[in-house]
């Protein structure tokens, strides 16, 4: 059964997430989903992926494989941008930005600059 990880600024689907808690505060420390993982993060961010890592301590979300699809706010033209095609996408929480590693797996990227913001990758 697929399992689901909701909060106020977070909301993870997958076949498998696993969380690690700090012990101090009981908040996220660290989190790894796996298979078919669907995520919506604050600041209007949504991914799918095959995996998923988040470390609180760089405050990074690392999406890999399927390929990655998102959908992610343009934070210099305003609306969204969807993009398809690449292996490995990460998003900083701290600075919101999302980086594409100049890595092979991302030759095929695509990007749709005009992605209505309202209209889901799901």
């Known amino acids: 059964a697929p399992a689901t990880l909701e ?3 977070r909301h993870i689907d997958a076949r498998r997430i696993v969380v690690r808690l700090k012990a101090e505060s009981k908040t996220l420390e660290h989190l790894e ?3 078919g993982v669907y995520a919506t993060l604050e600041g209007d961010y949504e991914a799918k992926s095959d995996t ?11 999406f890999e494989g399927r390929p990655v699809e998102m959908r992610a706010p343009d934070r210099e033209r305003g609306g969204c941008v969807h993009t398809t095609g690449g292996q490995l996408a990460e998003i900083n ?13 991302n030759r095929q990227i695509r990007h749709d600059p005009t992605w209505d913001c309202s209209k889901s990758i799901r």
Do not use: G, K, M
């Open 93 to 105: 929480a701290r600075t919101r930005t999302v980086v594409w590693p100049t890595i092979a797996a």
């Open 7 to 9: 909060s106020t600024d």
């Open 52 to 62: 998923l890592r988040y470390d609180a301590a760089t405050d990074l979300w690392v």
């Open 33 to 35: 989903a796996s298979t």
